[in-house]
Each structure stands twice: as structure tokens, then as C-alpha cells.
DNA sequence: TGGAGCATGTAATGAGTTACATGATTGG
DNA sequence: CCAATCATGTAACTCATTACATGCTCCA
């Protein structure tokens, strides 16, 4: 009863109650969106493998054909197996890097256009997950509740250190050195 | 003529001269390895359609069916198009992250035998990346040639960081709080 | 000289994205 | 009552990984 960390993700919202396909979709973006994206099609694609495997639970079908998807006791079983799993290997891919690595072909203005946006998207991240953070707090978040944020906001951090050292004035791309 | 990141990466590695399939996927993870894996079935998909398209040039089949791609002036324009457009946004996948979202089903024990598998294989990187440039350094590596991996430098250490500060002693893991 | 290992490529499968179709609700 | 919008799902496609097949080379 092995699932993938997607269909996995899928049973962990089931706790929270029955749902829809397009629900699911909803807390999904909701819940681990800006750390694991799924869209709507991976989980109404998740969801048949996870009913062919009595992982869940097909209800009646509604109005707009709107089917509940309920967590079954070997869904269950199956969550807490992938949970206690080993975690596969990050992704981590970004498109700047690689056409950094090329950019020996590529005219510096441009260069410079395309460092700059990509540093102005990671500064605005940074700044949503720092009211995100204060949010949580203000409410009476707790550590637990933050650590997926944290992560967010350390690695923006990160990131805009990287930029700004490595690309920014004094960085290459902006042509003192290199 | 857009192409994509990866087959955009084909073309860029066979400015270095033209090469099989099994040779660019070498390179590929040569050069890029760290920061943009390709895969062999991959590094074949994309070369078909780039031939397709004229951007790559086919030779003779030699030896152990081997066919040699020469990147074509078609092929080194479609590349600068590719080079100059806007970056894709970045794909951050961790699969540990999705875990510690429902690490409430998770025993404690295990969760902390998680984290700190990956902590150790974060750490792992963090050493070899930083022998990698130390290395470069020692070679006459100028900053451009070093961009890349200080990006995974600094990601790194801030993951390790992130695990210290969230996760360690401390942390919610070792069970003092939240 | 034959088998280990490298070089080369293909097939099958899985995961993710984009574009599409349609049925209910609801506010003006 | 009808137009906008939301809810729901499907189909088609692209991208990525895993598993497989086979042909050279080379050295013990």
C-alpha cells in the first residue's frame, strides 16, 4: 500500500473531513501551497488510484457531479506508513541558475533586467511570509505551526543574501569583477 | 522555435562541441549536476525534438548506434532566445516539509530519527560544496564560474540553520515546545 | 578469449501542467 | 431571469524517472 507523497498529501487533508475532489484542490493550496503545489487534476487523478486501492471512500454523486472522497481505516494505515517513510531528495531547481551558467552568451543589460526581477519576486516572498509569520504569532501560533513558514522565510532570506552578494553591485553581473 | 529549459541546456552544452546522447547526459551532470539534473531518457526526448526543429544536426550512426548532435545555427539562435527570456519561477519541492505538516500522526521517536537523517545528508552537501569551492578557488575559479555553487552554498547552510534553530534543541522535535 | 564494465539507446510508467467543458448559484 | 461567477470534473499534453536491452572494448 505504497503511495506517492502527493496521494499521501491528499489522505492527511481526508482527516480533516471528507471532501471533494475540487475541495481537496482548495485545502491543498490552502494548507501546503507554497511548499508543495498540487493542482486540480493530480488530485482528481490521485484520488481514483487512492479508491482503486480502498484508500478512500467514493460517496453518491452529487449536483455538477461533485463525488465525496472519504479516508478509510487502511487509508489511514497507509498514511501513517508514508509518513513514518524515508523523505525522497529535494527538488530544488531554478531557472535563473541555469541561465547564469550560461550567461557568457547572454547581453549584461539583459542580464541585469532578469537578476533584478527574479530578486524583486524573492523579496516580495519574503516579505508576504514575514506578515504570514507575524499573523500566526499574533493568533497564538505555535513553533509547530511555523516550521514549514520558517523554512519560507530562511531560505528568501537566503536567497536575497545570495543576490546581493554574489549579483549585486561588487557581483559580476553587475561588471566590477569576474 | 521556444524550447525548453532542459533541451535549452542540450543546446547550451553542445556549444562545447558536438556530442551523443550518452555524452551530453555526462555533461549535463558534469556541469549542471548540482542544480539542474537531466536525465538520459530525457537528454534523448529533447534531442529528437530539436532535431525536429532543425536546432540540432544529426550525424552518421557509428558505433554502438551512436549518433553524434551538432548544435545548428538555428540551434545557437533558439538558444540566446531562450537564454534572454524571463526565468521560469523556481520549483522548491521538500518532501521532509510535507512530513512535518502532519508530523502530529508521526511518533515523536521517528520524527527525530527523520530529521536528523536529513540534517545529516544536508550537512553532507553543505561539506562537499564547500570543498568544491575551495577547490575552484585553488584553480584560478573567477566569481562567475562560482555563482551556482554559492547558491547551493548558502542554501545549505540556511536549511542547516533552519534545522537547528526549528528542529534541534530546543525545537519542537527534541519536544520542549509547542 | 571471454567476461566485466562502459557506452549507447529505447520502452514503459509516473508525475505535473494547461486547456477545456459544463452544471449550479446568486446577486443585480 | 440572466449574466457572472463558482464548483466540479475531464482530456490532452509535456516533462521526468525507472527499468530494460544491447553492442563495443579491453584487460586479465
Redesign the pocket.
Known sequence: MAV????AALLGLLRDGA????????RATAELGDFW??????????L??LADQGLVEVGQ?????????RLTASGRVAFREWLAAEP?AD?V?IPLLLRLAFADELDPARLRELVSTQRAAHAERLARYRELEAAALATGGTDRDLVTLRFGLRYEEAVLRWFDEELGPGGWVSGRRG
Request: proline residues 0%; positive net charge.
Open positions: 506517492n507523497a502527493t496521494a471532501a471533494s475532489g475540487y475541495e481537496l484542490a482548495q503545489t498540487v493542482t486540480r487534476s493530480q488530485v482528481y487523478r490521485e481514483t488510484g454523486t452529487g449536483a455538477r457531479s461533485r463525488r465525496e472522497h525522497g527538488v531547481r
